[in-house]
């Protein structure tokens, strides 16, 4: 008797612990904790974390992760407004904000990833579709996440979640769009480059006739200085010739003779047949110029070389 009633009583027990183990559920930080009893909620969505009670055996309870989610996009061709394809990928971060809608509408967070990327795209498509492919890379790129992002928002609230970030990590044209860029591109840049080099050759050219033009006016002018400063330096000189014979014409005579005897003397092919008597050779004989006593005689001039 008293085994059966030990035996009873440890079944109560245990019964009850399962029954208390089952009554209670711990929600931790980073989640949300929804109750259900048959499929059906039973309580308000529970946010702070904490020991909660439910009823046992009857009530079950659905976490859903009250962290940032993400969310990676695939690879997506779109035209932009100038008929450009591109292929497009990005991703996105989502937060679930209103746990009981997010549960009504989609209950798992792989049918949200997949009804968040069908408006990810949709909205992509929609706003990449109205730009040219320099904006899209260069210009206004922050702009038009940020677009797409609200556009997004606005979808994804029915869903109870909230993007909290967006980013386009590609926007490029396909393999076979760049190349057909890349060479368009030489093309034009070799087109460029031959173009300066023209102009550069033409500007050469007329900076070279120019440089010529000027050469020849500044050698015409030295020349002509030239000439007027030889000029006057031979009337200078003949004046001092003048003015030397007119003092001393013994000197001046003699001294003619000496440049004379110098020019026609130089080595060469030069022959000359002359009388050593000849008047040019007087001074030979006397250094003076004088023959017999005669005064010395202005000196003729020497005869042809031939």
């Known amino acids: 008797m008293n085994s059966s009633v030990k035996l009873v009583a440890g079944i109560v027990a245990a019964a009850v612990i399962f029954a208390l183990a089952n009554s209670f559920f711990v929600v931790q930080q ?11 909620i039973v309580r308000e969505p529970i946010s702070e974390p904490g020991l909660y009670f439910k009823a046992p055996f009857i009530d079950n309870v659905v976490a859903l992760d009250k962290r940032t989610l993400d969310l990676d996009l695939p690879v997506q061709a779109v035209l932009s407004v100038d008929r450009q394809n591109l292929d497009v990928d990005g991703f996105a971060r989502y937060r679930i904000t ?11 967070i792989p049918n949200a990833n997949t009804r968040l990327a069908s408006f990810v795209n949709a909205s992509m498509r929609n706003v990449i579709a109205g730009q040219t492919l320099s ?17 997004v928002n606005r979808e994804a609230g029915t869903l109870g979640v909230e993007i909290v970030d967006l980013r386009l990590t590609r926007v490029d044209l396909p393999q076979v769009n760049q ?28 900076i070279r006739a120019r440089a010529d033009r000027e050469v020849v006016g500044i050698l015409a002018e030295a020349n002509r200085k030239a000439e007027e400063i030889r000029g006057a330096g031979d009337a200078d000189r003949n004046k001092i010739f003048a003015e030397a014979y007119g003092r001393d014409q013994d000197f001046f005579t003699f001294y003619r003779t000496m440049q004379a005897y110098e020019n026609s003397m130089k080595q060469g092919d030069t022959r000359m047949v002359i009388s050593p008597n000849s008047e040019f050779f007087r001074f030979f004989g006397d250094p003076t110029g004088r023959r017999n006593g ?8 020497p005869p042809a070389s031939r």
Do not use: K, Y
């Not at 899209?136 to 940020?146: E, F, G, P, Y």
């Open 30 to 40: 980073t989640q949300h904790a929804i109750v259900l009893r048959f499929g059906q």
């Open 98 to 108: 209103q746990p009981l809608r997010f549960f009504q509408t989609v209950r798992t």
């Open 135 to 151: 904006a899209l890379i260069r210009t206004d790129r922050a702009n038009l996440m940020n677009r797409i992002q609200e556009d």
């Open 179 to 206: 190349e057909a860029v890349f060479n368009r591109m030489q093309t034009e840049r070799r087109q460029e480059a031959a173009d300066l080099r023209a102009t550069g050759n033409q500007a050469a050219v007329t």
């Open 294 to 301: 005669s005064p010395a005689q202005t000196l003729p001039t």
